[in-house]
């Protein structure tokens, strides 16, 4: 299944997606919950499957307004320097560990939704990842049965204020500034994915390609990930771990290539779909 979170008519639903259109969960949030991250915390996607299989209305994807996959995460785990491709572009040694940093919920975009250049900065980068968002609650997971804890996948661009980045080693404030961060165009479950180190992922820059890798370039794979964040921090059904970017990002460019507005940004992955964002410019 693919599942979205959205607007429409005034109010916010989630729901799942059928070629253009899709099936709006409301009539049986009493049952399943009133969003995704209620969804999964109820275990409710068999039930899902099953409802949207006799559902006969429709509502055109284009009369919603998309929102963040997960719009309310209670966490957002992202991971730095995970592929050598970047590893071999930034000069870093290859890490150890994860790298981890943390978004909130608010410096997201939808698909479709405007990412922001901020006033502070003209240094604003791409970052085409693989997003994997958690199904249940996660504590100690060894990394063979990762698999078991997984919703499923979606595309992310973690956009970043690179200036704001590099104020100290903690890369916190340059990943958090409102709507930097594009989450979608939705979730698709992880039976319709299968292998997460078999994908192929693309970003574009106004049609132009500026970052290609496969996802077997992931130092930490997407177990060990989850075996390493869920010994640190309890996951909960919604929370999101963004996996890293590949190599070809702008600031590692001669001359450095940063977003300005007006630049269409969409991030590809393989059995997932396209994240498409527009940049804009920050107002006061």
Avoid at 100 to 119: K, L, M, N
Wanted: hydrophobic letters at 40%; glycine letters at 12%; charged letters at 20%.
């Amino acid at each position: 299944m693919k599942l979205v979170s959205f607007e429409y008519r005034g109010a916010t639903s989630f729901g799942v997606v059928d070629g253009d259109y899709l099936v709006d969960l409301t009539p049986i949030a009493g049952e399943v919950g009133g969003s995704l991250k209620a969804a999964l915390a109820n275990g409710s996607l068999p039930a899902i499957g099953k409802w949207v299989a006799g559902a006969t209305e429709r509502i055109a994807l284009g009369d919603v307004t998309l929102l963040p996959v997960v719009p309310d995460p209670e966490k957002i785990l992202c991971v730095g320097i995970n592929y050598l491709s970047h590893v071999k572009e930034t000069g870093r040694e290859i890490p150890v560990h994860p790298m981890i940093f943390t978004r909130w919920a608010d410096s997201q975009t939808a698909h479709g939704g405007p990412i922001v250049r901020p006033i502070a900065s003209e240094k604003l980068d791409f970052e085409g990842e693989l997003a994997v968002v958690i199904g249940k609650t996660a504590r100690h997971v060894r990394r063979e049965d990762a698999a078991g804890y997984i919703a499923g996948y979606s595309c992310y661009n973690d956009g970043s204020v690179r200036d704001w980045q590099k104020h100290t080693i903690q890369f916190i404030p340059g990943k958090n500034f409102p709507s930097t961060g594009g989450f979608g165009p939705w979730l698709v479950t992880a039976d319709e994915v299968g292998d997460s180190s078999k994908l192929t992922l693309t970003t574009r820059l106004n049609g132009t390609v500026v970052q290609e890798a496969k996802t077997d370039d992931l130092i930490f794979d997407v177990g060990h990930l989850i075996e390493y964040c869920s010994t640190f921090t309890e996951l909960h059904p919604g929370d999101v771990i963004i996996t890293g970017t590949t190599g070809g990002v702008g600031a590692f460019r001669t001359p450095p290539l940063w977003m300005k507005a007006g630049d269409v940004v969409e991030v590809e992955i393989s059995r997932i779909g396209t994240l498409r964002n527009v940049v804009v410019d920050e107002t006061r």
